[in-house]
């Protein structure tokens, strides 16, 4: 009964090659985010989505998009990594922006060579 | 969000129970205390969030003192599954508002055999 749900679970791309990383949840939560956390770091907010309002992180680099088509699913694009995007990218969702429990996904940890 | 101050790390044994002291000098009156837990190569799990007073589940007990300038997350009888990292996060809760999370360098709790 897993609630969110990243896909892939390890994820290894060429520098400069476009990623997508993907995240679904069933908790029918209206507000999906994005963390990327670096080894021994703790996580950053990159994103957030309530319902299709996106919302951007003011130092969120422009490599770094999202997409969220449906209420279930969001999307992580890196355009180009670089070496320095290597990390843990996490989803989160939350029922509310007026909470700070959120639901967390198993992340995806990418690998830039 | 107010700034906190958690140890970088702690020991502990099976069978013990673990203190972990967050300070938040500069804590305002809309503030709550939330902690967070992150197992390796997981997201963060929320454990417990509380205002004043005592806050207890059947995971953890949160202790607020009556100044509110720190806060004690207390895990009883820890194993060996109980090793993470635990993130201490202050913030208002506002109804209606955005509360976002930002995570500080949390504590490394290693409990060994």
């Known amino acids: 009964d897993a609630m969110v749900i990243q896909n892939p679970r390890y994820q290894v791309t060429q520098f400069g090659k476009p990623v997508t990383l993907s995240c679904s949840q069933t908790?029918?939560?209206?507000?999906m985010y994005w963390y990327q956390q670096k080894s021994s770091q703790a996580p950053k907010l990159l994103f957030h989505?309530?319902?299709?309002?996106?919302?951007n992180e003011a130092d969120t680099p422009d490599n770094f998009q999202s997409r969220r088509p449906n209420t279930s699913f969001c999307f992580l694009d890196i355009r180009s990594p670089g070496l320095g995007d290597a990390a843990m990218y996490l989803c989160?969702?939350?029922?509310?922006?007026?909470?700070?429990?959120?639901?967390f996904g198993p992340g995806t940890r990418l690998t830039v060579t | 969000l107010a700034k906190t101050t958690q140890p970088i790390s702690m020991d502990s044994y099976e069978g013990q129970e673990v203190n972990i002291t967050c300070s938040h000098n500069?804590?305002?009156?809309?503030?709550?205390i939330t902690w967070y837990q992150q197992f390796p190569s997981q997201g963060p799990r929320f454990i417990i969030q509380g205002y004043k007073t005592k806050v207890t589940n059947e995971v953890a007990s949160l202790f607020i003192p009556a100044d509110r300038k720190s806060s004690t997350l207390s895990l009883p009888r820890v194993s060996l599954s109980d090793t993470a990292v635990y993130y201490c996060?202050?913030?208002?809760?506002?109804?209606?508002?955005?509360?976002?999370?930002?995570f500080g360098a949390g504590t490394r709790l290693a409990v060994h055999p």
């Open positions: 989160a969702t939350s029922n509310s922006l007026a909470t700070y429990e959120q639901y």
């Open positions: 500069n804590i305002a009156t809309n503030d709550y």
């Open positions: 996060l202050v913030g208002a809760l506002f109804s209606g508002g955005y509360n976002k999370l930002i």
């Open positions: 989505y309530y319902d299709k309002d996106f919302n």
């Open positions: 908790l029918n939560h209206n507000v």
